[in-house]
């Protein structure tokens, strides 16, 4: 192997954009300069290597920088583009990516690009859920929560250049039918599994229409769809929300926030705050970032001592999961909520 085929092995590995000319010289042994300097001016006329305008140049003419031309490098360009014009491939897919690849990276998402091209030219007009865009191209419904949406990412398209309208996933929630004749809807929803799973089999006698497992930042994004999954579209909801005491906890309440509209007023469920003080709050969570207007909100919402308390454990950077409160906590919690959430006719 010479000296040019073993330079263009090691730039095909390197994996950079731009290489600097002493880095290429450590691949080899000293004193063969003559050898390299040809290696280096072959690659250069192959259109592997561009020079890099004001680096400078050695004694020997060579520039001190080069730019690395990948789809030279890795001769798919023609291939790439030969398969494009032979396919007819929509113009709408952005194919540069697969210039800078080794080959066989186009050739294992080619069938996939073919499939998704022919889809692109039927000039589909109607927006569908991601899973039923995913069947209609690649007849799995799946493909497109996972590996496909690295190829999108490679072709620079959109969920939106595929017609794929948002459908956020549905409330995981259980109902109480004893409730279900009243004018207000009270509703509780906790972030995690474990109070959602120790509160369920009390729903019944608490006097609220629905116990609402959170998932964390999911519930930001489904909770407008809460009247109407409810059945009961025009009535008033209230939503009582209650989720781990950090900074992230707050941000998904204020998120959740956010969906309030006419009918649907989302509040802070003080007394499963409240409750959190009797404990010894745990160090974490330091990476966390602060937010000083979500606490300021919390703080007002809970008042005065409390938020100081509240303030403090943030600052020494300590939390309260919600895994904190034991089941007898929760209820007793839950329970003061609906004394004084106001009426429940």
Excluded at 255 to 265: I, K, M, R, W
Aim: proline share 5%; aromatic share 12%; charged share 20%.
């Amino acid at each position: 192997m010479d000296m040019a085929e073993t330079m263009h092995r090691f730039l095909m590995d390197c994996g950079k954009k731009t290489i600097l000319l002493e880095q290429m010289q450590t691949w080899f042994p000293k004193g063969e300069y003559d050898d390299f300097r040809l290696a280096v001016l072959q690659l250069m006329q192959e259109g592997c290597l561009e020079a890099v305008r004001n680096s400078g140049t050695d004694y020997g003419g060579l520039p001190r920088k080069f730019r690395i031309n990948r789809g030279a490098l890795f001769q798919s360009a023609e291939v790439i583009q030969r398969d494009a014009i032979r396919h007819a491939l929509s113009a709408r897919m952005n194919l540069r990516y697969y210039y800078e690849q080794p080959l066989p990276v186009w050739q294992e998402d080619f069938p996939y690009i073919c499939r998704l091209s022919d889809w692109m030219k039927t000039g589909v007009a109607r927006a569908v859920s991601l899973q039923q865009r995913s069947w209609d191209i690649f007849h799995d419904e799946k493909y497109l929560t996972g590996p496909g949406m690295t190829l999108l990412h490679r072709l620079k398209l959109s969920l939106s250049d595929l017609k794929i309208k948002e459908e956020p996933d549905p409330l995981m929630m259980a109902v109480n039918p004893a409730t279900s004749a009243r004018t207000v809807f009270h509703h509780l929803v906790v972030e995690n599994k474990a109070p959602y799973y120790a509160l369920v089999p009390f729903l019944r006698g608490s006097g609220f229409f629905s116990l609402v497992f959170g998932a964390g930042w999911k519930i930001t994004a489904n909770l407008k769809e809460l009247p109407r999954q409810t059945g009961h579209a025009d009535a008033r909801h209230v939503v009582w929300y209650f989720g781990d005491f950090n900074w992230e906890g707050l941000r998904i309440w204020l998120g959740a926030s956010e969906s309030a509209s006419d009918n649907l007023f989302v509040q802070l469920a003080v007394p499963f705050y409240q409750a959190y003080l009797h404990h010894e709050a745990p160090s974490g969570k330091e990476n966390q970032q602060a937010d000083e207007i979500v606490l300021e909100s919390f703080v007002q919402t809970v008042g005065e001592p409390a938020g100081l308390r509240f303030r403090n454990i943030l600052v020494h950077q300590r939390y309260y999961p919600q895994e904190a409160l034991a089941q007898d906590e929760l209820l007793q919690a839950w329970e003061e909520l609906a004394y004084g959430a106001g009426t429940f006719r």
